[in-house]
Nanobody
């Protein structure tokens, strides 16, 4: 299984960016998918995550709530993070995360390589 991210870049404060994460491989089911981020000198933190346990649940960090939206297209095993009203403190490397049941490896956690998001005027 591989996770491939796209959509990072430089944006001005107040602008918007959309990140994409495409999962590929012998996937049977995506149990959860989301984004974490890590700013210089800080620990990696949750941004937004969609879980498919007994139901569908979306979790957002307090910082992301009301500004970011996570959407997962299960048919395409692809997730999107729409980031609005961007602020300089959103600057970080954003990592896609997924917990996936694959036919050949069972259930494992996977991480993308990360995509840089920089918010600056």
């Amino acid at each position: 299984v591989q996770l491939v991210e796209s959509g990072g870049g430089l944006e001005k404060p107040g602008g918007s960016l959309t990140l994409s994460c495409a999962a590929s491989g012998n996937i049977f089911k995506v149990n959860s998918m989301g984004w974490y981020r890590q700013a210089p000198g800080k620990q990696r933190e949750l941004v937004a995550r969609m879980d498919y346990g007994s139901g569908v649940r979306a979790d957002y960090s307090d910082s992301a709530k009301d500004r970011f939206i996570i959407v997962v297209n299960n048919a395409k095993n692809t997730g999107y993070l729409q980031m609005n009203s961007l602020r300089p403190d959103d600057t970080a490397i954003y990592y896609c995360y997924a917990n996936i049941y694959a036919f050949d490896t069972g259930t494992l956690d996977y991480w993308g390589e990360g995509t840089q998001v920089t918010v600056s005027s």
